[in-house]
């Protein structure tokens, strides 16, 4: 395996593989730039895309284990100072939070609880109703999860566009670095390869301010979806990126360099598609 290393990122650049029941399938790497904390494509038009964005702060945790509830409340407790900010007219900056949650079961508003197969009274993992839109998913090690905090008055003032966006977004990922053709299904959300779904979309929208968001499963252990009917669909199955790159892939690279890559073809393929410049902070 290759290493390319550009302004401080490493990316993995896997030479073509020939081996029986897969196709040749590199990976592609796309350079972007750390300038003055703010990251951009770095081609000759970063310059004018760092002045004409809007800023986005990326508290991003990506490696990290955060319980689901801490993520939760920090999110809603960021929707209420977005509203003060609105009403101040000092909102400035949308934010991302990206991070990875110990196992956990989450339900949306009007999930049904047939589609657990165990009783919600004794769950194997914690449990969560949310406000969120969507039926019952799973998350877990492996997965990333990106929850974008958008003022949508900045974007678009439509829901079904956002939606859409957080497909395109990862439908991106999977083509341009791990040439896997992703696609929507019509009438459902998510991304999908085939029949297998690979990434979950649920979200809130609170006075055009999002929050909930998106989850990738990258090396997921798939087995705790097999206790649900995941999003509510009896005919669907899920994947992970390390599912569908196959197994002769998957041995030769280590599941924590797949996570790290995931998540700059992610941090790259947000800020394009929502035309942002991401600036990392801390949690204080």
Same mark, same amino acid.
Request: hydrophobic share 35%; glycine share 6%; with cysteine.
């Given at each position: 395996m290759?290493?390319?290393a550009?302004?401080?990122?490493?990316?993995? +650049?896997?030479p $073509?593989?020939?081996?029986?029941?897969m $196709?040749?399938?590199?990976?592609?790497?796309? @350079?972007?730039?750390?300038?003055?904390?703010v990251?951009?494509?770095?081609?000759?038009?970063?310059t004018?895309?760092?002045?004409?964005? @809007?800023? +986005?702060?990326? !508290?991003?945790?990506? &490696?990290?284990?955060?319980?689901?509830m801490?993520?939760?409340?920090?999110? &809603?407790s960021?929707v209420?100072?977005?509203?003060?900010?609105? *009403?101040?007219?000092?909102?400035?900056?949308?934010?991302?939070i990206?991070?990875?949650?110990?196992?956990?079961?989450?339900?949306?508003?009007?999930?049904?609880? /047939?589609?657990?197969?165990?009783?919600?009274?004794?769950?194997?993992?914690?449990? !969560?109703?949310?406000?969120?839109?969507?039926?019952?998913?799973?998350?877990?090690?492996?997965?990333l999860?990106? !929850?974008?905090?958008?003022?949508?008055?900045y974007? /678009?003032?439509?829901?079904?566009w956002?939606?859409r966006?957080?497909?395109?977004?990862?439908? $991106?990922?999977?083509?341009?670095?791990?040439?896997?053709?992703?696609s929507?299904?019509?009438?459902?959300? *998510?991304?999908?390869?085939g029949? /297998?779904?690979?990434?979950?979309?649920?979200?809130?929208?609170?006075?055009?301010?999002? !929050?909930?968001?998106?989850?990738?499963?990258?090396?997921?252990?798939?087995?705790?979806?097999?206790?649900?009917?995941?999003?509510?669909?009896?005919?669907?199955?899920v +994947?992970?990126? /390390?599912?569908?790159?196959?197994?002769?892939? %998957?041995? &030769?690279i280590e599941? %924590?360099?797949?996570?790290?890559?995931?998540h700059?073809?992610l941090?790259?393929?947000f %800020?394009?598609?929502?035309?942002?410049?991401?600036?990392n902070?801390?949690?204080?």
């Open positions: 290759m290493l390319l550009s302004h401080g990122f490493m990316i993995p +650049c896997l $073509r593989m020939n081996s029986e029941g $196709r040749n399938r590199p990976f592609y790497s796309t @350079r972007f730039a750390n300038v003055d904390g990251y951009h494509v770095a081609d000759d038009s970063a004018s895309h760092r002045v004409q964005r @809007r800023r +986005c702060d990326c !508290y991003d945790h990506y &490696k990290q284990l955060i319980p689901y801490e993520a939760w409340c920090w999110q &809603k960021l209420r100072m977005r509203h003060d900010l609105v *009403g101040r007219d000092e909102d400035h900056s949308d934010m991302l990206i991070l990875q949650h110990p196992p956990v079961y989450t339900l949306g508003t009007g999930s049904l609880e /047939k589609y657990l197969h165990f009783n919600i009274q004794d769950s194997p993992y914690e449990i !969560y109703r949310t406000e969120r839109g969507g039926e019952v998913t799973y998350h877990g090690p492996g997965q999860v990106m !929850y974008p905090i958008v003022n949508l008055r974007h /678009k003032m439509d829901l079904h956002y939606l966006s957080l497909e395109e977004v990862i439908i $991106r990922v999977l083509s341009s670095t791990f040439a896997i053709k992703a929507r299904i019509k009438g459902l959300t *998510g991304v999908w390869v029949n /297998k779904k690979v990434a979950a979309i649920g979200i809130r929208v609170s006075r055009w301010i999002s !929050y909930h968001g998106l989850a990738v499963n990258v090396t997921t252990d798939l087995s705790p979806f097999q206790r649900i009917v995941p999003c509510g669909l009896q005919d669907r199955e +994947c992970s990126l /390390k599912e569908l790159l196959g197994n002769s892939l %998957s041995g &030769k599941d %924590s360099v797949l996570i790290d890559t995931a700059e073809s941090v790259k393929e %800020s394009e598609v929502f035309q942002l410049s991401l600036s902070r801390s949690i204080s």
